[in-house]
Every structure is written in structure tokens, then in C-alpha cells.
T-cell receptor, first 111, second 115 residues
């Protein structure tokens, strides 16, 4: 079993839709939960990170962490064609020393 | 603030040849990471430096891969000899400190093709 599982997609949605991206994990030592966006032929870009459980909102993006279910989500409201990219979830342990990435979900937002 | 710099951006070599990649992290960032990203997969950590010391190189194929970070600033990753399965994007990232692994900044990557 992989430490982090992420559906690779692709996920195709119309412009303006609400997008839900998800990851599950198995290691209860993870305390930091991150979402990165990666455009084609670019390096990953940190969107946001959350510590422990709860929600965090940044503009059109909302990250949710449910540690009891070992399940994290990223919601994108009012999706735009410019949101078309691969979204990687990642997790770090308490000290932030060990980081594991998911395989990424490819998202296409159609105009 | 300048981002993480990497060079070259693209490299094509034949198997059994050697290749080297260079990375310059964000100024002041003590921790530097090298990742390998195979097409369709997430980044896999190869080696992590804290200043000029190695923190984690458990997934580095040491029979062919080597890395150094002299003076605790820029770093080089070398592959010698290369195999076909080394074809991937090699990403360099940096963070303020080892305990800030939740906030890593990535460079554009070097796309390696081994023929």
C-alpha cells in the first residue's frame, strides 16, 4: 500500500464548476498537508498548506483535512481554464522533515 | 526574490554516458532537495541537504547517482552511467529550514532523456 494515494484522472469540468480533488494516506505521523499545482513543463508551485485537521481558504481554493479518515481534499470554486494543470497533494511529518507526494491529478477546465 | 534556478533545462544523452545537473536555491534557504519525477508520477525524493550535510539519501541509487552541496549553497546532481530508466524530470527544491518541508519552492526542472 502506498503512503499517499491520489486518483490520476484526468478530470474534465466546464468553466465555472466546483472541482473536488482528493487524497488518502496511511501514515498517521503526517501533520502537514500541502497542495501543489504543476503546469506542463514547469516545477510544482505551492498553493497552500494546512497543519493538522480543519479547513483553510485562500481565494477560490479551500483545503480540508480529515485526520480521522486520513483523507484530504482541495476544492476549487468558479474554476477557470487557467486552472488546468496537475494538482499534487503532499504530506509532511510533525517536524516537517519527511515529505511524500501523491501521483497528481490532471485537471482540464473547458471554456 | 529570485526563485530556484536549475540548468540545463533539457538534456539528451545515450545510455552509459554521464550527466550533471546544477541547482541554485533561494537565497537564505538552508535545505535543498533533489527529486526525480517520472512521467505520470509525483516527485520522489532522491536526496535532502541541510546546509552542506546530507539529511536523507535513502532513495538515491548510490551506485550511479551522486550529489554534493559545497559551501551550503548551490548543488550538483550527477548520474554515471545513465540507464534508460533514468529518463525523467529532475527537480530541485529549497525550503527555509529542514523543519519547513511543508513549504518547498521548486525550480523549473531538468528534463533528461536517455536513449
Amino acid at each position: 500500500q502506498k503512503e499517499v494515494e491520489q486518483d490520476p484522472g484526468p478530470l474534465s469540468v466546464p468553466e465555472g464548476a466546483i472541482v473536488s480533488l482528493n487524497c488518502t494516506y496511511s501514515n498517521s505521523a503526517f501533520q502537514y498537508f500541502m497542495w501543489y499545482r504543476q503546469y506542463s513543463r514547469k516545477g510544482p508551485e505551492l498553493l497552500m498548506y494546512t497543519y493538522s485537521s480543519g479547513n483553510k481558504e485562500d481565494g477560490r481554493f479551500t483545503a480540508q483535512v480529515d485526520k480521522s479518515s486520513k483523507y484530504i481534499s482541495l476544492f476549487i470554486r468558479d474554476s477557470q481554464p487557467s486552472d488546468s494543470a496537475t494538482y499534487l497533494c503532499a504530506m509532511s511529518d510533525t517536524g516537517g522533515f519527511k515529505t511524500i507526494f501523491g501521483a497528481g491529478t490532471r485537471l482540464f477546465v473547458k471554456a | 526574490e529570485a526563485g530556484v534556478a536549475q540548468s540545463p533545462r533539457y538534456k539528451i544523452i545515450e545510455k552509459r554516458q554521464s550527466v550533471a545537473f546544477w541547482c541554485n536555491p533561494i537565497s537564505g534557504h538552508a535545505t535543498l532537495y533533489w527529486y526525480q519525477q517520472i512521467l505520470g508520477q509525483g516527485p520522489k525524493l532522491l536526496i535532502q541537504f541541510q546546509n552542506n550535510g546530507v539529511v536523507d539519501d535513502s532513495q538515491l541509487p548510490k551506485d550511479r547517482f551522486s550529489a554534493e552541496r559545497l559551501k551550503g549553497v548551490d548543488s550538483t546532481l550527477k548520474i554515471q552511467p545513465a540507464k534508460l530508466e533514468d529518463s525523467a524530470v529532475y527537480l530541485c527544491a529549497s525550503s527555509l529550514a529542514g523543519g519547513a518541508g511543508y513549504e518547498q519552492y521548486f525550480g523549473p526542472g531538468t528534463r533528461l532523456t536517455v536513449t
